[in-house]
């Protein structure tokens, strides 16, 4: 699985836990890697649009039927028929989900069928007060 960054130039300045932002960022990575197919690809493109920062963590994996998008953040929700090929609690998600919130930011995803499946992650820009 090849992995890509887009990152901006100039740094981005947020007023978060970097412990707690870092497993939320580890958590959606390391799902991709889970779900997606050998040789696929993940991109993370870190963008900027006042007065949030977004960072994406985007598949080439399975993606997800859209009647299931909204359950995905649901504490010990897994999608059905993966459980057995696929390890985990279904706890991954919904931490992500409460960490971002408690950052004041939300939590996003998007999916096709067969193609993969886009996160992004919205904080909000550190305004200096």
Do not use: W
Not at 59 to 67: A, H, L, R, V
Not at 97 to 108: L, R, S, Y
């Amino acid at each position: 699985i090849k992995i890509a960054s887009n990152l901006p130039l100039e740094p981005i300045i947020l007023f978060a836990d970097k412990d707690k932002i870092k497993q939320v960022i580890l958590n959606l990575l390391n799902n991709a890697v889970k779900y997606n197919r050998p040789g696929g690809h993940i991109t993370v493109p870190v963008s900027m649009t006042p007065p949030y920062v977004s960072m994406s963590v985007q598949d080439t994996g399975m993606g997800i039927p859209s009647e299931l998008l909204s359950r995905l953040f649901e504490r010990f929700y897994r999608i059905p028929n993966t459980e057995r090929q696929i390890k985990g609690t279904g706890l991954g998600l919904a931490i992500c989900k409460h960490i971002v919130e408690a950052h004041k930011g939300k939590i996003t995803v998007s999916s096709n069928l067969g193609q993969g499946s886009t996160f992004t992650v919205f904080l909000p820009i550190y305004q200096g007060n």
